[in-house]
């Protein structure tokens, strides 16, 4: 089993940063795929960025140049950087890891990105 923690999410005005994080329990951490979903109100749950095992990035089309995926094996941590925040990223951001052909999905955390 393993168990997801986000932290860091906020208020915050538009053209900001924050960086999220998301803790995971488990020592095979290095061997999942980690990801960040999120979900607006009302709105279907959309992939935001994913990184492997190995370091290889994945982004939406929305969030490229924008924001940076990440992970520390040795924390077992996966960040997410959000810089140049738009008020259409506003949502709860939902850590994900993949392993051993189970999903694990964390709490969420919200971001809301408004003036």
């Known amino acids: 089993q393993v168990q997801l923690v986000e932290s860091g999410g906020g208020l915050v005005q538009p053209g900001g940063s924050l960086r999220l994080s998301c803790a995971a329990s488990?020592?095979?951490?290095?061997?999942?795929?980690m990801g960040w979903y999120r979900q607006a109100p009302g709105k279907q749950r959309d992939l935001v960025a994913t990184?492997?095992?190995?370091?290889?990035?994945n982004y939406s089309d929305s969030v490229k140049g924008r924001l940076t995926i990440s992970r520390d094996n040795t924390r077992n941590t996966v960040y997410l950087q959000m810089n140049s925040l738009k008020p259409e990223d506003t949502a709860v951001y939902y850590c994900?890891?993949?392993?051993?052909?189970?999903?694990?999905w964390g709490q969420g955390t919200q971001v809301t990105v408004s003036s």
């Open positions: 990184i492997t095992s190995g370091g290889r990035k």
């Open positions: 488990g020592s095979i951490f290095r061997t999942y795929v």
């Open positions: 994900n890891a993949v392993g051993g052909g189970q999903f694990y």
